[in-house]
């Protein structure tokens, strides 16, 4: 039960938390160049900075709830058996976030997302659009929504949960079927 709990609180979480990755295609250098400049201005370190705190600061409970919707959603499971995993999620919801924590921790992995993002943007924008968008960012209304930004993410994940998590636990107990 314990290994299919672990299991289901890591797919859970990576599903909400993958992102689309950019292919890797040779870039213009004025794009590479243009967009780069559009990430400062956006001080994109900072706000995946703080994004990754404002996850840190729910992730407990966003693994708990994501284990506690599966494990009450399943009608083979007894109101004592439902307490008994729930008791378990619970013991093991503190590893499995401080597991996150250490990757989100991670110094190099802002700069890695810097050099996936990069390809995406360029392959979406003209230059002179990222030129704009940066334009944008630097003023008072820009700067604005730059600061906000990472409790809107935050926010917005939690808003996500709540409407995809009885679909999820749907598709969860159609994988995992109870007594396995």
């Not at 160049?33 to 370190?45: E, H, I, T």
């Not at 999820?168 to 995992?176: G, L, P, S, Y």
Request: proline share 7%.
């Amino acid at each position: 039960m314990m290994k299919k709990l672990t299991a289901i609180m890591c797919t859970a979480l990576a599903l909400l938390a993958t992102p689309a990755f950019a292919q890797k295609a040779p870039i213009d250098p004025a794009a590479d160049k243009a967009v780069r400049a559009l990430l400062d201005s956006m001080n994109y370190r900072k706000l995946i900075k703080d994004s990754f705190a404002q996850m840190r600061a729910t992730m407990p409970q966003m693994i708990l709830g994501n284990a506690t919707a599966v494990i009450n959603a399943n009608p083979r499971l007894t109101a004592a058996q439902k307490k008994t995993a729930i008791a378990a999620a619970e013991k093991k919801v503190p590893e499995v976030a401080a597991r996150v924590q250490r990757v989100l921790e991670d110094p190099a992995l802002a700069e890695e997302m810097i050099e996936e993002v990069v390809p995406l943007y360029a392959s979406r924008f003209t230059v002179a659009e990222i030129e704009q968008i940066a334009a944008f960012h630097r003023s008072p209304v820009g700067a604005k929504m730059l600061s906000v930004m990472p409790q809107i993410m935050n926010e917005s994940m939690l808003i996500g949960q709540k409407v995809i998590n009885p679909r999820m636990v749907k598709i969860m107990q159609e994988a995992v079927p109870a007594g396995k």
